[in-house]
T-cell receptor, first 111, second 117 residues
Framework: QKEVEQDPGPLSVPEGAIVSLNCTYS??????FMWYRQYSRKGPELLMY????GNKEDGRFTAQVDKSSKYISLFIRDSQPSDSATYLC???????????FGDGTTLTVKP | GAVVSQHPSWVICKSGTSVKIECRSL??????MFWYRQFPKQSLMLMAT?????????EQGVEKDKFLINHASLTLSTLTVTSAHPEDSSFYIC?????????????FGPGTRLTVL
């Protein structure tokens, strides 16, 4: 069993929809939780970074971490075609330490 | 945000040759860099942790004699794929850790696509 499981895609939504992306994990030592966006043939770009449980909001993006359930989510409000990409969750035990990634969810936002 | 570059962005080589990939932190010093490999439609798999001035730490299953890592300065780490074979064809991505106090951040390079013929 993988340490990090990410909801498989692909996911296709109309422009303006609310998107929910989710990951579960098994390693209770994970303390730092990240969401990355990756465009085709590019390196990952950090979107959200959360320490421990709680919510964090940045513009149209909201990250939620529930350590008791070992479950994290990324919500995208008012989704735009430019949000179309692969989204990767990642977790680490230490701050900016080696990260374990989910397999990614490919999102397509249709105009 | 901080910038990490990789060179080359893509490379094609013959089987049996060696390929060197550079990872540079352009506007910050990084004592720690990570090397990842990503196969098509799969996630990033950590290969090794590169620490400036010391030997790299490899993940289980990664051959250290095949994937040579050198972190000779605070802004440069190199990954050399020795005697490359077609199964080594992949997208290699590095990241560098920018020390920012409570919010140390890992910044990723744009990746290097290696194709071994």
């Amino acid at each position: 069993q993988k340490e990090v499981e990410q909801d498989p895609g692909p996911l296709s939504v109309p422009e303006g929809a609310i998107v929910s992306l989710n990951c579960t994990y098994s390693n209770s030592a994970f303390q730092y939780f990240m969401w990355y966006r990756q465009y085709s043939r590019k390196g990952p770009e950090l979107l959200m970074y959360t320490y421990s449980s709680g919510n964090k909001e940045d513009g149209r993006f909201t990250a939620q971490v529930d350590k008791s359930s070992k479950y994290i989510s990324l919500f995208i409000r008012d989704s735009q075609p430019s949000d179309s990409a692969t989204y990767l969750c990642a977790m680490s035990v230490t701050n900016a330490g080696k990260s374990t990634f989910g397999d990614g969810t490919t999102l397509t936002v249709k105009p | 945000g901080a910038v990490v570059s990789q060179h080359p962005s893509w490379v094609i080589c013959k089987s049996g040759t060696s390929v060197k990939i550079e990872c540079r932190s352009l506007d910050f010093q990084a004592t720690t860099m990570f090397w990842y490999r990503q196969f098509p439609k799969q996630s990033l798999m950590l290969m090794a942790t590169s620490n400036e001035g010391s030997k790299a730490t490899y993940e289980q299953g990664v051959e250290k004699d095949k994937f040579l890592i050198n972190h000779a300065s605070l802004t440069l780490s190199t990954l050399t794929v020795t005697s490359a074979h077609p199964e080594d064809s992949s997208f290699y991505i590095c990241s560098a850790v920018a020390l920012q106090g409570a919010e140390d951040t890992q910044y990723f390079g744009p990746g290097t696509r290696l194709t071994v013929l």
